[in-house]
């Protein structure tokens, strides 16, 4: 029964595409002060956070080589809070918020996020090593 709601849910929900360039868009005006501009965890506000960024180019590797779709969405949106985010993204959780679309994890099975997220995803991808 809850795998039949699930598709209930996700037909309504259209699949969506992500755009990597839209991503680096937010990225740069919502992620790099702390990330850097590419995501190396080099930003200009490092000088002033007691816990330091993450490099964000090695998030495959850490994972054993599949970029973690699921895992990075839920640490950005606040399902999985972070410490050094003090839990949910305490400064842009806002922007992330709104209509869900579908996208697919690393495993091949869809996920709800919404657009911006999805377009971060994208271009966190793109930053891989």
């Given amino acids: 029964m809850r795998c039949l709601s699930l598709l209930l849910v996700l037909m309504a929900v259209p699949v969506v595409a992500q755009d990597a ?3 680096a868009d937010v990225f740069a005006t919502y992620c790099a002060t702390c990330h850097g501009p590419e995501g190396r ?5 490092v000088s002033v956070l007691e816990i330091l960024p993450a490099d964000l180019r090695g998030l495959a590797n850490r994972a054993g080589g599949a ?4 895992d990075v969405a839920r640490k950005i949106d606040g ?5 050094s985010h003090g839990g949910p993204m305490p400064v842009y959780g ?22 911006p997220l999805a377009d971060v995803l994208a271009f ?4 891989q090593d």
């Fill in 41 to 45: 965890g080099d930003g200009p506000m």
């Fill in 67 to 70: 970029f973690p779709v699921a």
């Fill in 124 to 127: 966190l991808e793109t930053l």
């Fill in 94 to 115: 806002f922007f992330f918020r709104g209509d869900d679309v579908a996208i697919p994890s690393e495993s091949g099975q869809p996920i709800l996020t919404t657009q």
């Fill in 79 to 83: 399902r999985d809070p972070l410490l």
């Fill in 21 to 23: 360039e839209r991503g």
